[in-house]
Nanobody, 111 residues
Framework: QVQLVESGGGLVQPGGSLRLSCKAS????????MGWYRRAPGKQRELVAS???????SYPDSVKGRFTISRDNDKNTVYLQMNSLKAEDTAVYSC?????WGQGTQVTVSS
C-alpha cells in the first residue's frame, strides 16, 4: 500500500521559514519525479516545485529563489524548504508522484 505523509506545516509570520516533509512508504521516491503542490482557498491547485529522478529541480516564478525541493533517498523522503514566506503562500501543501497523493499539510502565513 502506497502512502505519502506530509508534515511540517503550521503558522508562520511573513518573512519566516518552514520545511515540509513528505515521507513515502510502499514506493521508492528515488526513481520518480516528485512534486509539491498547493491549493489556496478559491484558487486552483498550483505546482510549486518538482524534482526528477535525476535530481533536476523546477519552480514557477512565484516561488523561485524562495523555495527549495530536495530528496533524501535513504529516508525515502522529499522536502520543501520555504523561506521568505508571504501571505499569498498560505495554502494546503501536498506532495505527489502524479499518481499518488498525500493528505496535505496546512501552511498559514500571517502576522
Amino acid at each position: 500500500q502506497v502512502q505519502l505523509v506530509e508534515s511540517g506545516g503550521g503558522l508562520v509570520q511573513p518573512g519566516g521559514s518552514l520545511r515540509l516533509s513528505c515521507k513515502a512508504s510502499g514506493i521508492a521516491l528515488s526513481v520518480r519525479t516528485m512534486g509539491w503542490y498547493r491549493r489556496a482557498p478559491g484558487k486552483q491547485r498550483e505546482l510549486v516545485a518538482s524534482i526528477s529522478d535525476r535530481g533536476t529541480t523546477s519552480y514557477p516564478d512565484s516561488v523561485k529563489g524562495r523555495f527549495t525541493i530536495s530528496r533524501d533517498n535513504d529516508k525515502n523522503t522529499v522536502y520543501l524548504q520555504m523561506n521568505s514566506l508571504k501571505a499569498e503562500d498560505t495554502a494546503v501543501y501536498s506532495c505527489s508522484t502524479a499518481v499518488f497523493w498525500g493528505q496535505g499539510t496546512q501552511v498559514t502565513v500571517s502576522s
